[in-house]
């Protein structure tokens, strides 16, 4: 009987050492075969690939392929508008009206730089050009932000027809990523009312230079 157990432990030991030597053999073999089926298999594999791509550079194109797409499929209106935001903090326009009323436009860039452009009943006919001090540009910011631009209305009175060649005034103000256009003829909340003074009294301090 001992006889027996021993004789099929030896089977057992010679079966799996057997195995072992066939897989070092394989592992071995795939190793040292860099064109070999297998190798090439797993390079050309979609996994890998995928990998080789997370591999590159934070920069690569890869990164850019959603935004360079988003880019291209914007209109030239949207890219404009994008532009305004970025670049402008407020633009006001005084409109004409039957009687006399000034007719002007206001624009402050975001770096402090500033034009005016004065078209009827207004003391500066012309281009002019001047440019903010950080408490002007600061003063201008805190304005805004009182606005709650995104429940702000495009147009005031909301709703109402004016009848008549009345004077409006048209703000568009920016959050550094959108614009909020609105035209004001009455009916507006009293921070688009204080908005309208401070950019007029910023007028008046300013020195202009015409270009």
């Not at 797409?69 to 030239?76: P, Q």
């Not at 910011?141 to 495009?154: F, G, T």
Request: charged share 20%; proline share 2%; glycine share 4%.
């Amino acid at each position: 009987m001992m006889y027996l157990l021993r004789k099929a432990q030896e089977s057992v030991l010679k079966t799996s050492l057997a195995y072992i030597s066939i897989m070092l053999f394989t592992v071995v073999l795939i190793s040292s075969c860099g064109s070999s089926k297998a190798a090439i298999a797993i390079t050309q594999s979609y996994g890998y690939k995928l990998k080789l791509v997370h591999m590159e550079n934070k920069n690569s194109t890869y990164d850019n392929l959603a935004a360079n797409y988003i880019e291209s499929i914007k209109s030239s209106d949207q890219k404009k508008a994008e532009a305004f935001a970025k670049d402008t903090l407020i633009s006001m326009t005084r409109t004409a009206c039957i009687g006399r009323c000034p007719e002007y436009s206001f624009v402050v860039y975001n770096n402090g730089n500033s034009k005016y452009i004065g078209t009827e009943n207004v003391q500066m006919i012309g281009i002019f050009q001047s440019k903010l001090n950080e408490v002007q540009v600061q003063n201008i910011k805190d304005a805004i932000s009182k606005v709650e631009l995104l429940k702000m209305y495009n147009k005031y009175p909301r709703g109402v027809k004016i009848v008549g060649d009345v004077q409006s005034t048209k703000l568009i103000l920016s959050d550094g990523t959108l614009k909020f256009p609105t035209e004001i003829n009455y009916g507006q909340p009293e921070e688009l009312t204080n908005i309208q003074n401070l950019l007029d009294q910023i007028i008046s301090e300013l020195s202009w230079v015409q270009i």
